[in-house]
């Protein structure tokens, strides 16, 4: 199902280029769009990880500098027959973190240096264990390629849009009619690649959170790590890209204006809910 979900999803944005291409230059312009489709579909398979790291400065590091997460990670992924995965330190006071890579042998876990401090060990747990979740169920692989390839369809509307804003159309009517378009594509395609994102994401977050509480047998931690997160992000919010935003647990704030819209992320009051065996709409109302 996730090998049908990625290959649908590089397809989708696949198009998505070659529309902005053949928008933008015609048939020119939708064989350019196609051979770049072709190099980033490259690119986000075995590399998205590595994009998705280094977008947010995280730092490998060694048992010795982080032992605790080691040995919490250690022990889930050996209870649940997996591969230790890599470890990453992001260098913020935002407390989050994420899971990313192809697959199980090739994943790698961040974390903020603001989850750290802010969680116990019972929390922490929670969190990892939800992390791994998303590598067990397969996430990374298609989280990461959304990721890259989303990136990359917003960065291409963005340039089509200041393209027309100086006059790169060739002739008066050309010009103008491509800035309409261009200025079109700007606002459309960002929105386009998070409405894809958006309908592959909320459902993960709901399974590895499931995941997360049954490996770790303490669903009450990882809902009050959830809440911790929630409310002290809101303090100090991590600034992320819209197109990296729905690999991490809790959505960081972004730049794009519509995110909110778009959420890739059901709300903490949720997954808390799920996670206590209580009735949502009602849990939601008390709190």
């Known amino acids: 199902m996730q090998l049908f979900k990625t290959a649908f999803l590089m397809t989708a944005l696949t198009l998505l280029l070659m529309l902005i291409g053949n928008w933008l230059g015609g048939e020119t312009g939708l064989i350019l769009a196609f051979a770049f489709a072709a190099v980033m579909n490259f690119v986000s398979y075995f590399y998205s990880d590595k994009i998705a790291l280094k977008t947010y400065n995280a730092q490998p590091v060694t048992r010795e500098q982080l032992p605790n997460v080691y040995r919490i990670l250690e022990g889930l992924s050996g209870r649940e027959n997996l591969p230790m995965p890599k470890v990453y330190l992001i260098p913020t006071d935002s407390p ?9 042998q090739h994943a790698s876990v961040a974390v903020t240096r603001g989850i750290l401090a802010l969680l116990n060990d019972e929390e922490l747990e929670g969190v990892l264990a939800h992390e791994l979740g998303h590598v067990r169920n397969r996430d990374i692989l298609i989280s990461s390629i959304a990721a890259t390839l989303a990136g990359a369809i917003m960065l291409i509307a963005r340039m089509a849009g200041w393209a027309a804003l100086f006059g790169g159309f060739g002739g008066r009517d050309e010009r103008e009619g491509g800035a309409l378009g261009a200025l079109a594509l700007m606002i459309v395609a960002p929105i386009a690649a998070l409405m894809i994102q958006l309908a592959i994401s909320r459902s993960r977050e709901y399974a590895a959170d499931a995941s997360g509480a049954h490996w770790t047998g303490n669903p009450q931690a990882l809902a009050r790590a ?4 929630d409310a002290y992000a809101k303090q100090r919010p991590m600034l992320a890209s819209p197109s990296t935003a729905h690999l991490f647990i809790i959505a960081p704030r972004t730049r794009q204006m519509l995110a909110g819209l778009f ?3 059901p709300p903490i009051p949720s997954r808390v809910a799920r996670l206590l065996g209580h009735d949502e ?3 939601i109302e008390r709190n």
Do not use: D
Request: proline share 5%; hydrophobic share 35%; no cysteine.
């Open 226 to 229: 959830l809440q911790k997160l």
């Open 96 to 104: 989050n973190a994420f899971a990313t890579g192809r697959n199980p």
């Open 281 to 283: 709409a009602a849990y």
């Open 263 to 265: 959420s890739t992320h």
